[in-house]
């Protein structure tokens, strides 16, 4: 059975899609008996939406900043 520690080790690295099916299958089954990675995993997806939201949000704030400038530069 894969350990606690190897399935952090997955899940931070994002290297859990590249895994062979049946690794992946021990993943799931270990967080069917363990609550503990289970939250983590959800958690790190938690921070992960966060990120992408944040990273969308700063972009389309820099594409303003531009647009900002370049009025207050014609007057």
């Known amino acids: 059975m894969i350990s606690c520690k190897e399935v952090a080790v997955l899940l931070t690295s994002d290297q859990l899609h590249a895994q062979s099916c049946w690794k992946r299958m021990e993943v799931r089954l270990h967080f069917a008996i363990c609550d503990f990675c ?3 995993a959800m958690q ?4 992960r939406s966060a990120a992408r ?8 704030d820099a594409g303003l900043e531009d647009r900002l ?4 530069s014609k007057r």
């Not at 400038?69 to 207050?72: E, G, N, Q, T």
């Open 38 to 40: 289970c939250r983590f």
């Open 44 to 47: 790190l997806e938690q921070i």
């Open 53 to 60: 939201q944040t990273r969308e949000a700063n972009e389309a």
């Open 69 to 72: 400038i370049r009025r207050l």
